[in-house]
């Protein structure tokens, strides 16, 4: 199976990866964390793309196309994959389709999450993050039980600038933008399938599964 998972930040996209890894046993790519990656091991991409990304701006394509192509070139995709944060417009949609072509492969569907703006905007304002190991948290649903200590590691529980909501409204306004066009692009192809991300944790991997099947 190979999928690309769109959706808007707060709307559960590792949780749904989770799923879909553990139902057809395929790698989770995200360009953010492998570009994260190279940034940590200070190789030549990573120095390159550490600027843009200190900036919250897009690093350049060619940078990130090589990248995945490497990736989607190793023998652990030939089952499939699931590809996240890539692509993010649609010159990278078209460079996606290149790397597919030479791989001889194609997409089986795009899972696109959509979740009210609302419930996002409460998710992301709720949401906590420890400061020191990452666990994160949630005010309402998952608090850490002694305040503001996470129970992992006892670092400080803090809500990250970028959970506010102010800037959680832009960020969705930002991604909104960004995601419309390449939605369109696999619209007209017939692989978007929209995914209900609110219908709860219980029933979130029934509602994976409703619309995978079909995808094949
Ligand atoms: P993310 O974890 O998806 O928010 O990505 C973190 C940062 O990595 C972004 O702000 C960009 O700087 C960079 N990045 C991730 N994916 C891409 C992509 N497909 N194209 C360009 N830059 C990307």
Redesign the pocket.
Same mark, same amino acid.
């Given at each position: 199976m190979r999928i690309v998972l769109l959706g808007p930040p707060g709307s559960g996209k590792g949780t749904v990866a989770n799923i879909l890894i553990e139902t057809y046993n395929i790698p989770h790519i $995200? $360009? +953010?964390?492998l570009?994260?990656e190279e940034v940590a091991k200070g190789t030549e991409i990573g120095k390159f793309?550490k600027p843009?990304?200190d900036r +919250?701006?897009?690093? @350049?394509?060619e940078v !990130?196309t090589r990248m !995945?192509e490497g990736r989607l070139s190793r023998s652990d995709c030939e089952k499939g994959f699931i590809l996240? +944060?890539? @692509?993010?417009?649609p010159a990278?949609a078209k460079s996606l389709d290149e790397i597919l072509r030479q791989l001889n492969m194609s997409l089986d569907c795009i899972l696109n999450i959509v979740v009210p703006d609302d419930e996002l905007i409460r998710r992301l304002t709720t949401r906590r993050i420890c400061s020191n190991c990452g666990a994160i948290y949630n005010t309402l649903t998952k608090p850490p039980k002694k305040e503001e200590v996470c129970d992992l590691c006892g670092g400080k529980v803090i809500q990250r600038d970028d959970d506010k909501e102010e800037v959680i409204r832009n960020r969705l306004e930002v991604y909104k933008k960004q995601a419309k066009p390449i939605i369109e692009l696999y619209r007209k192809r017939g692989l978007v399938r929209n995914l209900k991300g609110d219908v709860g944790l219980q029933a979130l991997p029934a509602e994976v599964k409703k619309m995978m099947e079909g995808s094949k």
């Open positions: $995200t $360009t +953010g964390d570009l994260r793309a843009y990304m +919250g701006e897009l690093v @350049p394509d !990130v !995945v996240d +944060g890539y @692509p993010r417009n990278q």
